[in-house]
């Protein structure tokens, strides 16, 4: 996945209307009728939304007779979770380097303490 793409998909999820959409797609298919139903904003409103969630490959289009619903394209969500994923290793990595010389930090300062102690 591209930087670019992966910067296009996190812009399109940084608007909570957005993540409210794409909570309800995780859900099922839905029209942007449907989809529109619980804003008080105008269909062509959430229809810019929708949008901005296909240019980034968040959502798809299917076409069933009439209707047009619109489809959550999960994969993505893999591709955000690994790079994510790699990131959070890093974090832990880090996290246990620390915790592991803030441990031998204390068990110095026992040592000493203790040898105070027994002078």
């Not at 969500?77 to 974090?91: C, K, V």
């Amino acid at each position: 996945m591209s930087e670019d793409r992966l910067s296009r998909v996190f812009a399109a999820l940084a608007d909570p209307t957005r993540r409210d959409i794409v909570a309800r797609l995780a859900v099922g298919d839905a029209t942007v009728g449907q989809l529109a139903a619980p804003y008080e904003v105008s269909i062509q409103a959430v229809s810019k939304h929708l949008k901005v969630l296909e240019d980034a490959g968040l959502v798809s289009r299917s076409q069933d007779a009439q209707r047009r619903p619109r489809h959550l394209e999960a994969e993505v969500f893999d591709l955000m979770t690994a790079w994510i994923e790699r990131y959070r290793r890093q974090a832990e990595e880090r996290y246990r380097r620390l915790d592991a010389v803030l441990a031998a930090m204390d068990d110095e300062n026992q040592t000493t303490i203790n040898k105070g102690a027994a002078s």
